[in-house]
């Protein structure tokens, strides 16, 4: 049995006190990493009795392992080593490309598990097959099949394991040790039990089957991609090139056909539920009911401005609408529904125009919460106590935290977590304890047990900021960052944070932008601070970044500004940033760079373009230069069908106006991009080249849409330092200084 060392002492085993040192580009990417442990999936047990957390290694950032603690004393220890389990081969594309999609690329080891309802195994897939890990450290291997099996979920009883293998949807008896394959026709253009592309990569459904309450059922969705256009990826790497045909609906053109059967664990009394009319819609999300009696489907028109929750006798598949949500622009998808005992329903609206909980009964309508600010996310209900927890932004739109409301008498939220830290939560099923993981500018992630009070019960990744911190040689220089507001062009307040050095009297700074600006995540948030900015700021940089009009979390008429209008307020305001920045005294205006990555490197494009001369050069990494060679779900989203109104599509493109660029440009792509793929950088090369614009490129082969591992990722930012100390840093300072 392996040794039981609490958090602290795993890390004192490994990492030694040290003297203050200059933190170098090589560092931020070696191992150990500079935030110390970067616990993933945190999960409390059924039985509340351990916490479990995939941990990476000191040795091997990229390495995760399954850890549990001890709820009660805190003890930690491992109990599945990912070194020591599977085979060690190479993980299939599919799988590659899931991780992708999960945002989870370069990892190693362990990327998911799954508790038993009885809290005395996990379900661990490891390398493409199955293992069933006991708490006693043991594992025992459940598949050892050559095909990868995706989508491995423990039933709600804990006495199957149901997967997809050759796009065929299986369950495992556990107590016989029997496998069942429960469709057969799988295979080519058709799938059983998975979660077709837009769903995994936009609409945050991961999962294609369904356990019911009992095991009395399973829903299994059908995914028949024939319809969908079919795309030559090339995937070239240093030793080839592969070619991919792949199913890729492009915006405008034809999604996969979804429907959703309902059948008993051996596959037998197979129902089709109905759907409705209408084929051309999305599987948004599928939830059961605590008894199991009904199933809850969210079907979402194809223009997302219509989300209907049908109920499903699972019986007959009938299907009735309960209600409907609707929208002038789009409605976000979340998971905040909530079916409780007596029949009510929780869920969050932002018909209010920011995201709030309701409660639904019978036609009938509550407003548990309101306010100008948003919920995020429903982490857990205590029905016995009579209240809903969540995160939300009540305090600072900057700042997340746990609160909780009274589902009788809901008034003001009470907030459960601390103030000046950004929190995440999950729950015990019966919403009595929490995880709460935070983090703030100058504290990276901890993770912590707590009770319903807020009272911090055990640590279970402390990642003290002590002498034995990877960090802590670095922390005579760490640099808090300064956080506020600017006025807009039409006078909406932006928020912007900045690093800088620490300031001489008539000094002037270069400034490095990091933008990224789209309508699904901002960068002025108090979380820790990418150690790689501490590094610029460390070479003399200022570093600010701007969340324009169109990013999340300041309610609908903030974010609703870009719809069908892509590229336009967001650079507005991007060079509202710029032009404030301009006219700070320790500010150098001539020496102001921009970099983005994905919807930033697009618009870092943007920006060039629209402001020639107003940035000194700018580095635009993976960026979308043709809207029309993105997928439906997002791109339609905010643009628009192309097929009905291209009009938005050729506004918000690049390669109409590529020969405004004038400024020294460096742009970046990985090869092998199944996201943002590589003909969108290839578009944008043709153009500048036959408009005889210069820039410089630096392509990384076999890389997907994100640049991992230790040796490629130092190189890139090699490659980004010395770019910009030419084109930026070189030019004489305003002032002489």
Not at 2 to 18: C, D, K, M
Not at 476 to 495: K, Y
Not at 609 to 628: C, H, S
């Amino acid at each position: 049995m392996r040794p039981i060392l609490t958090a602290s002492a795993a890390l004192l085993l490994v990492t030694q006190p040290a003297a203050a040192k200059d933190l170098t580009l090589e560092r931020v990417f070696q191992s150990p990493s500079l935030q110390g442990a970067a616990p993933r999936l945190p999960k409390l047990s059924p039985d509340g009795r351990l916490a479990t957390v995939l941990r990476n290694r000191p040795e091997d950032r990229d390495r995760y392992d399954l850890w549990a603690v001890d709820t009660a004393t805190g003890e930690a220890r491992m109990l599945v080593d990912s070194a020591k389990m599977g085979t060690g081969g190479e993980i299939s594309e599919e799988e590659k490309m899931r991780r992708e999609r999960a945002r989870i690329a370069g990892t190693k080891g362990i990327a998911a598990y799954a508790w038993a309802a009885d809290a005395k195994s996990l379900l661990v897939p490891i390398d493409g097959d199955l293992y069933v890990a006991s708490l006693d450290g043991t594992a025992k291997r459940i598949t050892a099949t050559p095909e990868t099996e995706v989508d491995a979920q423990v039933s709600e009883t804990g006495s199957h394991l149901s997967f997809v293998r050759n796009q065929n949807l299986y369950v495992i008896d556990l107590a016989k040790g029997t496998e069942r394959q429960l469709t057969s026709d799988g295979g080519g253009t058709l799938s059983w039990g998975s979660a077709e592309f837009v769903a995994q990569e936009e609409m945050d459904r991961d999962e294609g089957h369904w356990w019911s309450p009992g095991d009395r059922y399973l829903a299994v969705a059908r995914v028949d991609e024939s319809p969908v256009k079919v795309v030559t990826r090339a995937a070239i790497g240093a030793e080839g090139t592969k070619l991919y045909e792949q199913r890729y609906p492009l915006a405008g053109t034809a999604n996969a056909r979804v429907d959703l059967y309902v059948m008993a664990p051996d596959g037998s009394s197979r129902v089709k539920v109905d759907l409705g009319d209408n084929p051309d819609i999305y599987l948004a999300r599928v939830d059961w009911s605590a008894d199991g009696k009904w199933l809850f489907v969210q079907r979402q028109s194809r223009d997302q401005k219509q989300l209907d929750l049908l109920r499903i006798d699972p019986a007959t598949g009938r299907s009735n609408v309960l209600f409907t949500e609707t929208s002038k622009s789009w409605i976000n998808l979340h998971h905040n529904l909530r079916p409780l005992k007596d029949g009510s329903l929780l869920w969050s609206s932002e018909r209010s125009g920011f995201s709030h909980l309701y409660r639904w009964k019978g036609g009938k309508w509550r407003q548990l919460t309101s306010g100008d600010w948003e919920v995020a996310k429903v982490t857990g209900v205590d029905e016995a106590a009579g209240r809903v927890y969540f995160t939300g932004t009540l305090d600072h739109p900057d700042e997340q935290h746990l609160y909780w409301i009274s589902l009788a008498k809901p008034g003001k939220p009470v907030r459960v977590t601390e103030r000046g830290w950004n929190n995440g939560a999950e729950m015990d099923k019966q919403g009595t304890r929490a995880l709460i993981f935070r983090s703030n500018p100058d504290h990276p992630t901890q993770v912590y047990l707590a009770a319903v009070d807020g009272r911090r019960i055990a640590w279970i990744e402390e990642n003290k900021l002590d002498a034995t911190h990877p960090y802590a040689p670095y922390l005579d220089s760490h640099v808090t960052p300064v956080f506020g507001t600017l006025p807009a062009a039409d006078g909406t307040e932006i928020p912007y944070k900045m690093l800088s050095p620490r300031r001489e009297s008539g000094k002037r700074y270069p400034v490095f932008v990091q933008v990224y600006g789209g309508p699904s995540g901002g960068q002025v948030i108090r979380g820790w601070t990418n150690p790689l900015h501490q590094y610029l700021v460390d070479q003399g940089w200022i570093v600010f970044s701007v969340d324009n009009r169109g990013t999340p979390r300041r309610g609908r008429r903030f974010a609703d500004q870009l719809y069908l209008k892509l590229g336009s307020v967001e650079v507005e305001d991007q060079l509202a940033g710029l032009d404030w920045l301009k006219r700070q005294e320790f500010v150098d205006p001539e020496r102001i760079a921009v970099n983005g990555w994905s919807y930033g490197g697009y618009m870092v494009l943007k920006l060039l373009e629209a402001a020639p001369g107003a940035y000194a050069a700018g580095v635009a990494g993976a960026p979308v230069t043709r809207w029309e060679l993105y997928d439906t779900h997002y791109t339609e989203r905010y643009l628009g069908n192309p097929a009905s109104d291209p009009a938005p599509y050729a506004a918000a493109g690049v390669i109409r106006e590529a020969a405004k660029i004038s400024d020294p440009m460096l742009l970046i792509h990985g090869m092998a991009d199944d996201n943002v793929v590589f003909e969108n950088s290839t578009a944008l090369i043709a153009k500048l080249q036959e408009e005889k614009r210069p820039f410089e490129l630096m392509v990384y082969p076999g890389a997907t849409h994100a640049i991992t591992g230790e040796g490629r990722q130092t190189h890139l930012w090699t490659t980004i330092e010395r770019f910009l100390d030419r084109n930026v840093k070189a030019k004489a300072p305003v002032g002489g200084r």
